[in-house]
């Protein structure tokens, strides 16, 4: 067997691996992150809070407007609670997703990357599991657990997603035998199947895991113990990562690739060497010159903007219609689950129709796919605003949350298709990992804004329904920046950035598999 066929092979056992990645971990962020964990906080903070109009009497009933009083002395929403807890562990994943990604760019192992990503998936998956052993009184402990759980899904979100744009390369170049360079189409196509695949395998994890967390909370004494599907969703994630230790291997590089490689691993630092581990620093001096340097990608910085305001929106309009469902429709565990269900088999849907028949049939490029799925994401928030309005529609009624789980899941995995795939195709090469990072941080990052001013609102007016108009207001934002985005300009100014940085910058030689550094004197 040649080399070609011997590296073709073991690329796409590196595909393998990362559908595993997101099979693994999708279930965590889309189950127990979307529906489960807003219900434990409200659930947590309704045992342990007091009445809005009185607070000196307990919160007993589901139709009380109820307030937490955190630390005795600040009283807090007991909706907002859920809100505030996101903004605080997005800021966390953030601190941790920084430090960790700029070091793994140092690394052309593939394998010391699925090391990483199993590392952090043991440690976010017994955190979950440790999640559903609270007691309700322990209502400091719960946000603790959820900051680690999530800080470490952001760090192998951000590896995991680095790697898309070097596995679709090397398809790319061993299957076809021409460089990715000089196939822009090849690409683009490659990384919107593969992008969409591991999208779907997500959605269908997180499907399997909800249709059995139905089945274990209807089975439990209560019938609203959401903590054994959290326990589920813990040993799934802490199971199913563990093909990626085998699958993830490196490809042997003749003399040609390695010294292009390490052509390509030039830092951004003058006279400098990154020499070993404890180095955790880089990530941020690495960020900070990805950030200088990302002036100069002027679509980088267009979709980073845009996806700042559209991450923000999207994931808010979850935890705020699950908070609104259980507060304000009086909807049961079991209905939400259901809804979670129907969310999750549109969004299959979503990530594997729009990228590879919508886009086909229409000829669309990726750029005009999202703001397409723009448009229709923004109908979820305004409809909630006819509510003000009108007594029939604009959720005021049970059916009306079904409908809009549909709506709402195309649009989810449509979105959690496209953008990496979009991103992936105007960063520079051999970057993957810091400029993923800046995805992250405007992904995740955003997070720490919307939940946070929903949660002043709604502390404000104890009316979680004027959350709508900010939400319909951001993605209105968002629909002039993604329209100014060119994919076909930015895969060209990101070469032309990585010549320039490969003719000026100081040679650093990466870390090679066994982690040793010589230090440049």
């Known amino acids: 067997m040649d080399y070609s066929n011997v590296a073709l092979q073991l690329t796409k056992k590196n595909i393998k691996g990362w559908y595993f990645y997101s099979f693994s971990s999708e279930p965590f962020v889309v189950s127990a992150v979307s529906t489960y964990i807003p219900l434990l906080l409200e659930r947590f903070a309704r045992s342990n809070g007091v009445k809005l109009d009185n607070h000196l009497l307990p919160c007993t009933s589901v139709s009380d407007k109820c307030v937490l009083p955190l630390f005795n002395k600040y009283y807090v929403d007991t909706s907002s609670f859920a809100l505030y807890t ?23 192992s593939v394998r010391l990357k699925g090391i990483v990503l199993v590392l952090f998936s043991i440690i976010g998956a017994i955190s979950t599991i440790l999640i559903s052993r609270l007691e309700e009184s322990q209502i400091y402990s719960l946000p603790l657990l959820y900051i680690l759980a999530n800080s470490c899904f952001g760090v192998i979100n951000v590896v995991g997603n680095s790697l898309l744009p070097i596995f679709v390369n090397d398809l790319c170049k061993y299957s076809n035998g021409i460089s990715p360079d000089t196939s822009e189409s090849s690409v683009e196509k490659l990384n919107s199947i593969i992008s ?26 209560t019938q609203q113990d959401i903590q054994v599907a959290v326990l589920f969703v813990g040993v799934w994630w802490l199971v199913w990562q563990a093909p990626m230790l085998w699958l993830f291997n490196d490809i042997p590089q003749t003399e040609e690739e390695t010294a292009s490689r390490l052509s390509r691993s030039r830092t951004y630092y003058n006279n400098k060497r990154i020499c070993s581990l404890t180095s955790l620093g880089y990530g941020w001096r690495s960020l900070w010159n990805a950030f200088k340097h990302a002036r100069l990608l002027k679509d980088v910085m267009i979709f980073l903007l845009g996806w700042f305001i559209i991450s923000d929106s999207v994931t808010t309009i979850n935890s705020t219609a699950i908070l609104f469902a259980k507060t304000e429709l009086d909807m049961v565990t079991l209905n939400l689950i259901t809804i979670s269900i129907i969310t999750m088999v549109d969004a299959m849907i979503g990530a594997f129709v729009i990228p590879q028949f919508l886009a086909k049939k229409f000829n669309l490029l990726p750029d005009q796919i999202l703001v397409y799925i723009i448009i229709w994401t923004s109908f979820i928030p305004f409809y909630g605003i006819l509510g003000f309005f009108f007594e029939s529609i604009g959720l005021k009624h049970k059916f009306e949350m079904y409908m809009l789980a549909v709506w709402y899941g195309l649009a989810l995995g449509g979105l959690s298709a496209v953008s990496r795939s979009v991103f992936s195709l105007i960063i520079p090469r051999g970057k993957e990992s810091t400029f993923f990072s800046m995805f992250s941080m405007t992904d995740k990052g ?3 804004i919307g939940p946070f001013l929903i949660g002043l609102v709604t502390d404000k007016t104890h009316e979680i329904r004027y959350a709508f108009y900010l939400l319909f ?3 209105m934002l968002a629909l002039p920046v ?12 990101a070469e032309e950035l990585m010549d320039v940085i490969s003719s000026r910058e100081v040679s650093v030689e990466p870390l090679s598999s066994a982690g040793q550094h010589e230090q440049n004197d």
């Open 473 to 475: 207001g951001l993605l």
């Open 196 to 221: 969409g695949r591991g999208a779907s395998l997500g959605y269908s994890s997180a499907l399997l895991t909800q249709i059995v967390s139905m089945y274990l909370v209807h089975k439990s004494k």
């Open 86 to 108: 996101f903004s605080v562990s997005v800021l966390f994943q953030t601190i941790v997703v920084v430090t960790v990604s700029g070091i793994v760019d140092l690394w052309n």
């Open 482 to 493: 993604m329209k100014s985005l060119d994919v076909s300009r930015g895969r060209r100014e």
């Open 446 to 448: 955003s997070s720490i």
